[in-house]
């Protein structure tokens, strides 16, 4: 089971990015994806997530009307659509999925052995 994000990069303040995280070896019938970011000296803390049963979403107060996770079950793919973004959002972005848990009790599971599989990450740069 892997995850590869991928679309990180540099950017400045008020502009956008679009993360994609692509699952290989499993799909999204069974397993939701989540979001998660950790900024410089900072814990990992979880951004947006899918909740199981009825695909609702979750997001941190602090990307509310600015982020939005899209799930694309044709390509087996979860993105992170990131708008007006601020210098506040640096950080390296990770997916994870998990068959069990969802929306926001899996966005606290933040430590790599609570949730069942992790990508390696990507990094997002916000900066004038």
């Known amino acids: 089971l892997q995850l590869v994000e991928s679309g990180g990069g540099s950017v400045q303040p008020g502009g956008s990015l679009r993360l994609s995280c692509a699952l290989s070896g499993f799909t999204l019938d069974y397993y939701v994806v989540g979001w998660f970011r950790q900024a410089p000296g900072k814990e990992r803390e979880g951004v947006s997530c899918?909740?199981?049963?009825?695909?609702?979403?979750y997001y941190v107060d602090s990307v509310k009307g600015r982020f939005t996770i899209i799930r694309d079950s044709a390509k087996n793919m979860v993105h992170l659509q990131m708008d007006s973004l601020k210098p506040e959002d640096t950080a390296v972005y990770y997916c994870?999925?998990?068959?069990?848990?969802?929306?926001?009790?899996?966005?606290?599971?933040?430590?790599?052995?609570?949730?069942?599989?992790w990508g390696q990450g990507t990094l997002v740069t916000v900066s004038s």
């Open positions: 994870a999925a998990d068959s069990l848990v969802g929306g926001q009790a899996m966005c606290h599971r933040t430590a790599n052995g609570e949730l069942e599989v």
């Open positions: 899918f909740n199981h049963n009825d695909g609702s979403k």
